[in-house]
Nanobody, 124 residues
């Protein structure tokens, strides 16, 4: 198993930036695809971005393309989500997820390891 802990959330004005981190422990992080999801109040959890085990393939939701960048450092067992040009509609709890697979899935049900989430609030 792998344990995931997110950090870096907070309050930011529209147009600002935040960098989220996901720290993994327990198993070799490089064996896991990593993804970020988010859940706004009253809405379903949705895919934001994913990255394959080696970091060479990334997938983004259309709503964040060109603004968010996902990355990982397997030597440090960490993954990051750089969020730029933030909008009020980006406000949500952001979750890190992982699965021991070679495929970057975009569905919530495909991931079996989750962090507890970090709140991101973007004010207008």
């Amino acid at each position: 198993q792998v344990q995931l802990v997110e950090s870096g959330g907070g309050l930011v004005q529209a147009g600002g930036s935040l960098r989220l981190s996901c720290t993994a422990s327990g198993r070799t992080f490089s064996g896991y695809v990593m993804a970020w999801f988010r859940q706004a109040p009253g809405k379903e959890r949705e895919f934001v971005a994913g990255i394959n085990r080696g970091g060479g393939r990334t997938v983004y939701a259309d709503s964040v393309k060109g603004r968010f960048t996902i990355s990982r450092d397997n030597a440090k067992n960490t993954g990051n989500l750089q969020m730029n040009s933030l909008k009020p509609e980006d406000t949500a709890v952001y979750y890190c997820a992982a699965r021991e697979t070679a495929v970057v899935f975009t569905k919530t049900r495909e991931y079996n390891f989750w962090g507890q989430g970090t709140q991101v609030t973007v004010s207008s």
